[in-house]
């Protein structure tokens, strides 16, 4: 289930948000310490779905500023007027814990544990002493400062799925999302969602129209695989919105999501089981390659992995930019003897680097400031090397833009002088955010052929997709939705 809270802050609102969460909630929390001069029984009248009457302090992360008595009287009331479900804390003075436990009529009782620092590593104790109590569902909530944190959820959730009782059970926090997606999946009994961006009741909350409609939480089973992007950051990947999709699109019941690593070996060793597949990204890409018990010969040649695909009981790694490009690249004729400069000479240039001297094409590096960098990798890729300030005297057919220059927020750079672009030019912009680069924009108005950093993106994920699935990609709808993530708004 997805549990919307309504978090006010004023009845007015709070009356709005119900009516606009109803197309999303399987359940609605009234968090009443964010409702200014709430009003119980109209807000229970008009909720339309179960509700969870929650009235929270703020040592538990609420904004109750009165005494316990006071606020233990509010879910006495909420009792009296037949809410489904009160929701009270363990840190509740024990007299009024009990007397709310052994007088909550037919309204059911969630007690809650929340921990906003970390994760224990050993969550059962807890959860032994909170299974004692006559609750009717018990929820642990943990702040995760290492995505490993969140496997300690799914054991908690593993033991109340042996012991039959409903739990609620995920981590807090941007490395504790995964569980928050998940925690459906491995047994919980809801996770929650936000109405919308800014709305969230607690840190890391996810959209409950991003869990109902991207991660399709209510439907994930037991089986379901993981895939995702691992890196650091994750936090602006678009994977999760195509992958998701195309997923949706062809059937395949699985999931991907962000996950925000750092230590590459104790995380594939931790969720191995758990997986089906991985992208990579920065600053991942050669760290992963020694998980692997096979790398592809391109991914070999380029020194870098940045997608692992299960092969029975082994893994693989492929490097898909080096492809990605070439399938941008292809319908604009072949690349054998062509004059190419690259501009960057980090890990995307290294990838497209390889591809296109694989087919045969004359390269040129660029360097802007460190040299030893480029060199090193002119040498492995057999290419000229040039500085950034001399490209008016390189021969060039087609011209690559693999560094960052362009890229938002930073649009009206360009790491390419217009007055170099000539009709007769291939210009390929790996950036993509924004679609229409200046580089790309002052290619198109010298009238210059332009490859969008769109289709490399696309290309690259929808061989990812085949890899995984063995399925031919929807690449058309993953196109789509990049642009309509991209697109201005009005």
């Given amino acids: 289930m997805i549990c919307v809270p309504i978090v006010g802050s004023t009845m007015d609102r709070a009356r709005k948000d119900l009516d606009a969460c109803q197309k999303l909630a399987d359940i609605i929390e009234l968090r009443l310490d964010l409702i200014d001069g709430f009003d119980l029984p109209l807000l229970l009248k008009e909720a339309g779905k179960p509700c969870i009457v929650t009235n929270r302090c703020k040592k538990d992360g609420g904004q109750f500023a009165g005494t316990e008595e006071e606020r233990v009287e509010i879910l006495r009331r909420a009792i009296e007027l037949g809410a489904d479900y009160i929701d009270i804390e363990t840190s509740t003075p024990g007299p009024l814990l009990k007397s709310i436990l052994e007088n909550k009529g037919g309204v059911k009782v969630i007690l809650s544990h929340h921990d906003f620092t970390r994760t224990p590593d050993d969550l059962i104790p807890l959860y032994d002493l909170m299974n004692q109590m006559p609750a009717d569902v018990l929820k642990i909530v943990t702040y995760a400062s290492d995505i490993n944190d969140n496997l300690t959820l799914f054991r908690l959730l593993a033991r109340a799925r042996k012991d039959e009782k409903q739990m609620i059970a995920f981590c807090m926090g941007e490395k504790g999302e995964i569980s928050r997606i998940l925690t459906v999946q491995q047994g919980g009994w809801l996770t929650f969602g936000s109405l919308a961006t800014g709305q969230e009741s607690a840190p890391g909350q996810i959209t409950a129209a991003t869990l109902k409609h991207i991660y399709r939480v209510n439907d994930l089973k037991l089986e379901t695989k993981v895939y995702g992007v691992i890196g650091d950051p994750v936090s602006k990947s678009m994977g999760y919105l195509i992958h998701n999709k195309a997923f949706q699109e062809t059937g395949w019941p699985h999931v991907y999501v962000p996950l925000l690593i750092q230590n590459v070996t104790r995380f594939f060793n931790a969720y191995e089981p758990y997986l089906g597949g991985l992208s990579v990204t920065m600053p991942h890409k050669e760290a992963i390659m020694k998980a692997m018990d096979r790398i592809d010969p391109a991914a070999e040649r380029i020194g870098a992995v940045n997608t692992v695909v299960s092969e029975g009981d082994q893994w693989a790694g492929h490097n898909t930019d080096y492809s990605g490009a070439l399938k941008a690249l292809e319908p604009h004729g072949p690349l054998k003897d062509k004059n190419i400069l690259i501009i960057g000479a980090g890990g995307t240039a290294k990838a497209i680097g390889q591809g296109v001297v694989d087919q045969g094409a ?90 969008s950093g769109v289709e490399l993106f696309v290309h690259q994920a929808a061989e990812q997709f085949e890899l995984w699935t063995g399925k031919p990609a929807p690449i058309d709808l993953m196109r789509r939705v990049v642009e309509d993530k991209l697109a201005p708004q009005q």
Avoid at 396 to 421: H, K, Q
Avoid at 438 to 451: E, P
């Fill in 362 to 451: 004359k390269l040129t590096l660029t360097y802007n400031r460190n040299r030893d960098k480029a060199q090193e990798l002119a040498d492995h890729l057999q290419g000229k090397l040039i500085s950034i300030r001399d490209v008016d005297q390189a021969a060039v057919d087609i011209l690559i833009n693999c560094s960052p220059v362009g890229m938002a927020p930073n649009t009206n750079d360009t790491p390419y002088p217009a007055r170099l672009l000539k009709k007769e030019l291939v210009v390929f912009d790996s950036v993509y955010n924004p679609m229409a680069t200046r580089l790309l924009k002052d290619a198109q108005a010298a009238g210059c052929v332009t490859i």
